[in-house]
């Protein structure tokens, strides 16, 4: 049976969860997740643990936050006047919206906060900080 490399377009189902056992995301129950191995369009932990795998195989992984999406950083938190926002974009806490930062350059930022002057942004990952465990079957090596 073909072993999947660099190279393959796979499909697999997984299920993500965190040390607490809670499920930050899963395909079980729609379809598979699709990826050519080697293009670095998933967290390379996850690419590596597929790399050999056969259709069929099942497999566990757990990252470390170094490996998966990076430990929390404060200077990702930035605090916006709350005139600097268009009138028309409702704020609300917990909203992910783009901004645009003082280089120029944009980031996807969730609302942590709202005053009546500013709005706190955070631009890490929802993820970041956290250790992760995947459960991933490999469904097909095309």
């Not at 932990?45 to 936050?65: N, R």
């Not at 990076?70 to 783009?98: A, C, M, Q």
């Amino acid at each position: 049976m073909a072993q999947a490399k660099a190279g393959d377009k796979v499909t697999v189902h997984f299920t993500g969860s965190l040390k607490d056992g809670s499920i930050f995301g899963s395909t079980q129950d729609e379809e598979p997740f699709e990826f050519t191995i080697g293009q670095k369009n998933v967290l390379p932990g996850f690419e590596d643990a597929v790399i050999g795998m056969t259709e069929g195989d099942k497999k566990t992984i757990s990252l470390s936050p170094e490996d998966a999406y990076g430990h929390y950083r404060e200077d990702l938190v930035f605090v916006f006047e709350r005139s600097e926002f268009p009138p028309d974009i409702k704020l609300e806490v917990g909203k992910r919206i783009e901004v645009r930062l003082k280089d120029g350059s944009t980031a996807l930022v969730i609302i942590k906060d709202i005053t009546e002057d500013s709005v706190i942004v955070d631009a890490n990952d929802p993820l970041a900080g956290q250790a992760i465990t995947f459960k991933i079957k490999l469904v097909k090596i095309f």
